[in-house]
């Protein structure tokens, strides 16, 4: 079924048409270097950025995937976000609903992310999400696709806003994670102990005490002078740090349910070392881990659609 998907749940405006496992058309355009400036999403300046991409993008995507008159389905993430981005896809998706009588699919955000797996290979549940972005850290069990439980998720901040946070205390900009990572490729992961959080007896994640404790270091060991060689060592003993409690959670998760695979997604997802630091673990315990493309691990509509092609199929 060939599916146009509309993302501007937070400061990427992304359309694409997806046909089953085919990506017909992917087309992003990211505001980050806009939001650079401020350190930040500015939800403000996210609209309006959205207001005047999202007619081009989806021009240029029907354009290269056989028009509208080809698309049987629309899809739309219509939640959780900027409340102001959000409008902006759904108006337009809502619009194009009308006028052509396709029907509409509305879908859950962190959802479209687990989506990424039809593009991976046929992945029977039940099985184990691990959704790490911006806004969440959530472990959640697939029972089938469509019917989840959240078995755990994060008690303060995310793990991507966490790796924003550090990057700006570190002056690398925004958006922190890949710049984290790079830094990090040349750094020493050893010199610098951060505290994990060790949430006894849940598999609940927590990250502000890691970010308090970095800003600390900085602050008062190096009195906010860092060396390259300093900033380095930081940004790669910080990043083992946050990703130790999502290797261990996730894997015993998928002991407790008794699941065989592991889907790691979400922008945080595109982190090497932590596709790395899966990699031991996991094979000890016999669990297959999953890693979606560097693509679709950050925000992208090709998810999108492929989560609105699966309820718009649905038939019970
Ligand atoms: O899923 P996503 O694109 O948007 C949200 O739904 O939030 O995730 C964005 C988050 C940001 O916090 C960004 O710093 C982080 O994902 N991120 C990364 C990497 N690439 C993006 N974090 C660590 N390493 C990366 N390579
Ligand atoms: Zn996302």
């Not at 992945?123 to 790490?132: N, Q, R």
């Not at 570190?170 to 790079?182: M, R």
């Not at 610098?192 to 970010?211: E, M, R, T």
Request: charged content about 25%; glycine content about 10%.
């Amino acid at each position: 079924m060939k599916v146009l998907g509309i993302e501007s749940t937070c400061d990427e405006t992304a359309v694409a048409v997806v046909d089953g496992t085919e990506i017909l058309s992917h087309k992003i355009a990211s505001q980050t270097e806009i939001h650079a400036l401020y350190g930040g999403v500015v939800p403000e300046i996210a609209s309006r950025e959205h207001l005047k991409r999202i007619n081009i993008l989806l021009r240029d995507a029907l354009l290269e995937s056989g028009g509208i008159d080809s698309i049987e389905g629309i899809a739309v993430a219509a939640r959780p976000g900027l409340e102001g981005s959000i409008l902006v896809g759904l108006t337009a998706a809502r619009t194009l609903s009308f006028l052509t009588g396709l029907r509409l699919e509305e879908v859950d955000h962190l959802e479209a992310h687990l989506f990424a797996w039809p593009f991976l290979e046929k992945l029977t549940p039940p099985g184990l999400g691990l959704v790490v972005s911006g806004g969440h850290t959530r472990l959640v069990y697939i029972k089938k696709w469509g019917d989840y439980e959240i078995i755990s998720d994060t008690r303060d901040d995310a793990a991507g806003e966490c790796f924003d946070k550090v990057a700006s205390m570190l002056q690398l900009k925004y958006p922190g994670g890949p710049e984290i990572e790079k830094a990090a490729k040349e750094g020493d992961r050893k010199r610098f102990i951060f505290p994990v959080a060790n949430l006894k007896g849940s598999l609940d994640f927590s990250y502000s005490g890691l970010k308090t404790s970095v800003l600390y270091k900085i602050k008062y060991d190096f009195n906010g002078k860092l060396s390259e060689k300093d900033r380095k060592d930081i940004a790669a003993s910080f990043q083992d740090a946050a990703f130790k409690p999502l290797v261990k959670n996730a894997i015993d998760g998928a002991k407790k349910t008794d699941s065989g695979w592991i889907l790691v997604c979400g922008g945080v997802a595109a982190n090497s070392r932590l596709r790395e630091m899966f990699r031991k673990p996991a094979e000890m315990a016999g669990i297959k881990t999953l890693f979606p493309p560097l693509k679709l691990c950050t925000d992208n509509a090709a998810t999108v659609a492929a989560c609105g092609e699966f309820y718009l199929k649905k038939t019970d």
